[in-house]
Nanobody, 115 residues
Framework: QAQLVESGGGLVQPGGSLRLSCAAS????????IGWSRQAPGKQRELVAQ???????YYADSVKGRFTISRDTAKNTVYLQMNSLKPEDTGVYYC?????????WGQGTQVNVSS
């Protein structure tokens, strides 16, 4: 039902910043909770940030204070601003929309934090 397209990944130095974007196929914010999840080789997938239908935000402890999730309803887009990046932030970042208990995933965007 929901189509999600991520962008904004790339290579960045430790301490640097990136902004990821998740463009949705329609006006789904009223019915969907939108999150960002990441996965690195050998590690379990981790939900790092989420914004609910009501606008409540959630952050994993590992990114709290460094990442900010936001949305632009006019553009049907959710953003993840990532500051003070660390090597352990490296991974594939996926946008996920939860609608009536079902998850819809984007294809992911690679983030590499390295010197």
């Amino acid at each position: 039902q929901a189509q999600l397209v991520e962008s904004g990944g790339g290579l960045v130095q430790p301490g640097g910043s990136l902004r990821l974007s998740c463009a949705a196929s329609g006006s789904i914010f009223s019915i969907a909770d939108i999150g960002w999840s990441r996965q690195a080789p050998g590690k379990q997938r981790e939900l790092v940030a989420q914004i609910t239908r009501g606008g409540t935000t959630y952050y994993a402890d590992s990114v709290k204070g460094r990442f900010t999730i936001s949305r632009d309803t006019a553009k049907n887009t959710v953003y993840l601003q990532m500051n003070s990046l660390k090597p352990e932030d490296t991974g594939v970042y996926y946008c996920v929309a939860t609608i009536i208990g079902r998850d819809y995933w984007g294809q992911g965007t690679q983030v590499n934090v390295s010197s």
